[in-house]
Nanobody
Framework: EVQLVESGGGLVQAGESLTLSCLAS????????IGWFRQVPGKQREGIAC????????YYTDSVKGRFTVSSDSAKSTVYLQISSLKPEDTAVYYC?????????????????????WGQGTQVTVSS
């Protein structure tokens, strides 16, 4: 059974940093790209970062470039999202997801339609 479990969220002050983790299981970790998304209640889900299988490519949405960093540890089947200089507008539930096909598409990697398995999400709240 494919599972993705996010962790690392919490309440932080603006300007602080946070690292979210996405622990994957039930599939060959190196075969599938992983995406990070976030959603604020009442707003559309936003694709913020994605990492290709075997880390050959990483993409970020423009609004987080320079502050968000995606990395992976194949030995731990875990993808990380490091967030620095947190802003109140970063407050959201953060999700990781796995693509439904075992290959990377740059044109889809920030689009939710490319993903079929999702974690339960982890809440990040940034106070000003």
């Amino acid at each position: 059974e494919v599972q993705l479990v996010e962790s690392g969220g919490g309440l932080v002050q603006a300007g602080e940093s946070l690292t979210l983790s996405c622990l994957a299981s039930g599939f060959t970790f190196d075969d599938y790209p992983i995406g990070w998304f976030r959603q604020v209640p009442g707003k559309q889900r936003e694709g913020i970062a994605c990492i290709s299988n075997r880390d050959t490519a990483i993409y970020y949405t423009d609004s987080v470039k320079g502050r968000f960093t995606v990395s992976s540890d194949s030995a731990k089947s875990t993808v990380y999202l490091q967030i620095s200089s947190l802003k109140p507008e970063d407050t959201a539930v953060y999700y990781c997801a796995r693509t439904y096909m075992p290959y990377f598409r740059a044109d889809y990697c920030l689009s939710g339609i490319w993903y079929d398995y999702w974690g339960q999400g982890t809440q990040v709240t940034v106070s000003s």
